[in-house]
Nanobody
């Protein structure tokens, strides 16, 4: 059974770049036809899909975040990474990584709280 685990700093200063890593076990991130996503939930708000990297290495981003978001992977470590630049307090959220097939997000990490504050 696949497991996902987010890691990264819990506190980021405004204007800096937020960087999170998702480590995957029990399955390869290059296996057809999975998409590996980043999703966040700000306090008191709903889930927001940020972007994904496909089994092929292709990347997809939310239009509202595309200019600040980059997702990459390290297949040797079976990890994928989120970078979000120029963060503001509005980027404070619980950040999740997840595996999807189509629109079915079947496996999730436990989530990690990131606070943007000086």
């Amino acid at each position: 059974q696949v497991q996902l685990q987010e890691s990264g700093p819990g506190l980021v200063k405004p204007s800096q770049t937020l960087s999170l890593t998702c480590t995957v076990s029990g399955g390869s991130i290059t296996t057809n036809y999975y998409y590996w996503s980043w999703i966040r939930q700000p306090p008191g708000k709903g889930l927001e899909w940020m972007g994904a990297i496909a089994y092929s290495g292709s990347t997809y981003y939310s239009p509202s975040l595309k200019s600040r978001t980059s997702i990459s992977r390290d297949t040797s470590k079976n990890q994928f990474t989120l970078q979000l630049s120029s963060v503001t307090p509005e980027d404070t959220a619980v950040y999740y990584c997840a595996r999807a097939t189509g629109l079915n997000f079947g496996s999730w990490g436990q989530g990690t709280q990131v606070t943007v504050s000086s």
